[in-house]
Structures are given as C-alpha cells and as structure tokens.
C-alpha cells in the first residue's frame, strides 16, 4: 500500500512556526494510518534575498526598530491584497523561490499545511497558474489573524481560537473551511513530569521558588538586564534564563551568573522547554503563540513581558482578556529594545507571592492543543 505523503512547511522567522510544523509531524509519526510527514523549512529553499527579508530584516526590525516593525504589520494588514506593494512582494517571492517550488514539485505530496502565511501565498499561486492540484491547509500560529494569513485556494484553515475563526470568516473564508483546533504543541508539554527528577537532571533546587525567564527562539527582550534586576529584589527564589539562538544575550548571563551563584541558570536554545518549565513556578516570557500555549499546557502562570508589536501585542492582548496571564507589558527602554518595566507592578510581584493567584491563571483558557 502506497503511503500518502504530508507536507509541512514554515519559516525559520523566530521558532514557533518551526516548533508547530514539528508539532504536527510528530504525531503524524506516532500514528500507523499509513500517512508520512516530511517538515521543510521554506528558508533553506529560497534565494539569500529573500532569506534577508523574512527572517535577517524581521529580526533586526524587532530588535532595533521594533515600532517601525509595528508600523509595517498595521500598513500589510489593511493594505488591499491586490494593491501594488502586494502585487510587487508576490513577484519578489516568486523570482526567489524557485528551489522551493522544484522540491515540492520532486516531492509530490498528498497534502500540505503551511504554518507560516508565506509558503501559503506561494503555493496559492502555483493552484491559480494550475501547477499544484492537492489540498493546503494553512495553521495560524498567533491569537489574531492578520490578513496576510489568508490566501485564495486553500482548502481550509486551523484557527488558535473562536476570535481568528471570526476574523477568517469577516475576511471571506466559508465557515466549513475553518476548524478552531488551537495552536499545535508537542505531547511531552502535556505529560506529567516530576518537578524534583526534572530539577535535579537540569541542576535547580526543586525546594526554592523558581522563576523561568524566556526571551523566545531568537533570545529578545533585554534577558540580562531583566535577569539583573530581578535578582536584586529582596525575595527568596532563582532564576532560570532561556536565551534561545541569541549567543551575545548567553554569553552575559553566564558572566552575570558568577555573581550569583546557585541563583541563576542560564540556557541557550534547548529541546528541554517542557522540563525546565515543570521546575517553574512562575514563567516571564514574550507573548509568542507557541510558548505561550505551551505555558498553559503546562499549568504554567505568566508574566506577560516585551511583546513583539503586532502580532504579540494582540496574543497579550488576548490571554490578559481570558485571565490567563498578568502583565508587565512594558516600553521602557533597555540597552536591546525593549523590556520589563521597573519597579515590578505590584499586581505582578504579588503573583510570586501568592500560590492561590498563580494556580487560578492558567486553567482559564483552552487554546493550547498538545498533539
């Protein structure tokens, strides 16, 4: 029996669009329903050009220029899909993507879902020009729907919640081509885990309060200069700093960790998320789709803190609406962008505070799916 094929593709623009593609390859390889799975990241089949553009000029805006970033996200968003930038970007895309379209077409799926709107728009042209005949999905990643997301010829789409599933459906997306499934996220973020083995294998006391610090794949948001302000407060905890692929923002936390000995861990990118959060009591983290789901999969209370503008802004904006998350939603400047502000908000540092307040955060909403 021929096995059918499923392609899943996403832009290395950050880590969640990655980490939700190998969310949903991963259990299509735990099934025997005779499917198969492949992940591309459409960034290792692009030309440099556009490699700078989605991934090397997104990340310089959202750490130098982020309120030009959030200029840019407001302008694509209302901008008419036919209008002349539009029109221009798809020409861009097309002239650069060609070793991607040879690859999918040596590949010849059965399926394919994007979990980025980029692969999505490509793909969409080669079903208008009659090039590509099977089903695309496309999986949102974020709690808002920004309309670049939505593209002519796809099949269906996977909306977080009820809100993206409205915006697809005032955007002209029938409503049986959308299902609210949530984001996906791997299985081990809903596996009970023991906080004292996973403490001890990563070197944290599991008997002091902890606090985990995240900055996202890309390590944004001022880590050190957060990370050096929290353990100047008068309170009895430590603090566990994930600094993703950002190796300068690693390098300084290991320097500031001689100073505090036993009180500070700090970790580059890991694949070790799901424990180093079942030693946590509390996490900071960027309002990124992805690690925000996996904070409520885990039962993880958050501190809302440094935002991308745009699509973060509304991922706070929605979990603070759910109550499954505090704010320290924060523009004061820092030496890298922007970052906590100071001192803590009370609201914030009561949470440290008050085990009732942390356990009545995160089972308010449901929009994490562990697959």
Not at 12 to 21: I, L
């Amino acid at each position: 029996m021929t096995q059918r094929k499923i392609l899943l593709l996403s832009v290395s623009a950050g880590a969640g669009h990655t980490r939700a593609a190998e969310a949903l390859r991963a259990i299509v390889c735990t099934k025997n329903c005779g499917v198969t799975a492949t992940h591309l990241d459409v960034m290792h089949y692009v030309t440099r050009s556009l490699h700078r553009l989605y991934v090397d000029f997104y990340i310089f805006l959202v750490q130098r220029a982020p309120g030009l970033w959030g200029l840019l996200y407001r302008i694509t968003n209302n901008a008419k899909p036919d209008g002349l930038a539009h029109r221009f970007r798809r020409w861009f895309e097309r002239l650069n993507s060609k070793p991607l379209l040879r690859k999918i077409a040596e590949f010849q799926p059965d399926a394919v879902v994007c979990t980025h709107f980029l692969p999505a728009e490509i793909l969409s042209g080669l079903i208008a020009s009659g090039r590509l005949n099977c089903p695309v999905w496309v999986q949102v990643t974020d709690f808002d729907l920004h309309s670049m997301w939505v593209q002519p010829h796809m099949t269906g789409y996977f909306a977080p919640n009820e809100e993206v599933a409205f915006g697809m459906r005032e955007n002209g997306i029938d409503a049986t081509a959308i299902h609210v499934t949530g984001i996906p996220i791997m299985e081990a973020f809903s596996a009970p885990l023991d906080r004292t083995v996973c403490a001890r294998e990563l070197g944290i006391d599991p008997n002091v309060p902890t606090l985990l610090l995240m900055g996202g794949g890309a390590g944004l948001g001022s880590l050190t200069a957060i990370a050096g302000h929290l353990l100047g407060l008068q309170e009895n905890f430590q603090l566990v700093v994930m600094a993703g692929k950002n190796e300068a923002a690693l390098a300084a936390l290991q320097k500031l960790a001689q100073h505090y000995p036993g009180r500070l861990t700090p970790h580059g990118y890991t694949n070790q998320v799901e424990r180093l959060m079942a030693c946590a009591d509390l996490a900071i983290t960027k309002p990124g789709g992805l690690s925000t789901s996996e904070c409520l999969a885990m039962g993880l209370p958050m501190i809302l803190n440094a935002p991308i503008p745009g699509q973060e802004e509304h991922n706070a904006n929605y979990l603070l609406e759910e109550g499954a998350a505090v704010s320290a939603l924060i523009w004061s400047r820092c030496n890298t962008g922007f970052g906590i502000c100071w001192p803590i908000p009370p609201s914030c540092r009561r949470c440290g505070s008050r085990p009732g307040r942390l356990a009545a955060l995160a089972p308010r909403i449901t929009s994490a799916t562990p697959l």
